[in-house]
């Protein structure tokens, strides 16, 4: 029987512990994290994604302080912003939705946040730390999505280490951390992207595949090795004719109902890696803030 991963689930459960470890801090130092959340514009996504993160961080228990500029907004403008919230003691986390305006470069954005108030983990020092610090390091801040599908990868119980693993995507935000945190479980790591020469030999030969790539369904059934398990990242909307009507819907970016005959183990889209993200940036402010208070 083919495991389904429950990221819905999974999450839920973190943001449990982590409810119940804010409350004690609380109750210890009478503050609760703050997280400030940037968005500049209407990126229909993001209106999603902020909203779901928002929601999720009051729930827990944090202070949101909440930012939402127009599409005019300045490159200047908005390192000022990022600059206040840095200052601001109230303030542990910072989180600058992605993507920004094409007049704003990312960069120079992710760049000026304070590594300490990184609750996305995309400052250069956060990267670099995770690069090299030890593997039980409990108090880096790491990419969110990645360290999400880390935490359902452990859920399975199996040894990761010597699997043999491909991730395909090297974005900064999912492929090379991705690769770096299977790479702290002693997995055998093979980053693929859009030039990897046949990549479905490549997949075939994987004992995890993390597919993110954004491409709806790109990931056939067949590509998947028996037994091997899969963790799909892309969330894509496509329309589809269901029930004789044009409607919109979320797929991953693997052929879900064939790869589910070959994997032991898979996570749906919606339901899998998407809630963990959320949960996983809840994770990181928690971190920034306790390291707060030990210094
Ligand atoms: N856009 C898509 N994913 C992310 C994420 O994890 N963090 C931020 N800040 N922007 C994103």
């Known amino acids: 029987m083919t495991k389904l991963i429950n990221g819905k689930e999974i999450a839920k459960n973190l943001r449990n512990t ?3 470890e804010i ?33 999720s961080a009051k729930e827990v228990g944090f202070e949101v302080i909440d930012h939402h500029l127009i599409e005019q907004t300045s ?13 601001q003691e109230n303030v542990n986390g910072i989180l600058v939705q992605l993507p920004l305006p094409d007049h704003i ?12 108030k990184d609750a996305d983990g995309f400052h250069p020092l956060n990267v670099g730390k995770l690069s090299i610090a030890s593997h039980n390091d409990q108090n880096l801040l790491i990419p969110c999505t990645p360290y999400g599908c880390i ?15 491909v991730v395909i995507g090297r974005s900064n935000i999912v492929g090379k951390p991705m690769a770096q945190l299977l ?6 790591v ?46 894509n909307r496509i329309e589809a004719n269901i029930k004789g009507e044009n409607k919109n819907k979320l797929v991953g970016d693997v052929d879900f109902k064939e790869a589910e005959k070959n994997a032991s183990a898979i996570t749906p889209v919606p339901g899998g890696v998407g809630p963990m993200t959320i949960a996983c940036l809840l994770r990181n402010t928690t971190v920034a803030f306790k390291n707060k208070q030990k210094s």
């Open 75 to 87: 490159e200047e403008e908005l390192l000022q912003l990022v600059m206040n919230l840095n200052k």
């Open 151 to 165: 935490i359902m990868l452990k859920s399975l119980e199996i040894n990761l280490s010597g699997k043999n693993a």
């Open 190 to 235: 093979t980053i693929a992207h859009s030039k990897t020469q046949n990549l479905e030999e490549v997949c075939q030969n994987a004992d995890i595949v993390v597919a993110a790539v954004g491409r709806p369904e790109m990931v056939k059934g067949s590509w998947i090795k028996k037994g091997a398990v899969v963790i799909d990242v892309g969330i």
């Open 183 to 188: 790479l702290k479980e002693s997995c055998t």
């Open 23 to 55: 409350d004690n801090l609380k109750s210890k130092t009478g503050k609760v994290p703050g997280l400030a959340v940037v968005q500049v514009g209407e990126v229909a996504a993001s209106n999603v994604y902020v909203k779901a993160k928002t929601k």
């Open 18 to 20: 982590l409810k119940k």
């Open 105 to 116: 470069n990312e960069q120079v954005i992710l760049d000026s946040i304070h590594p300490d």
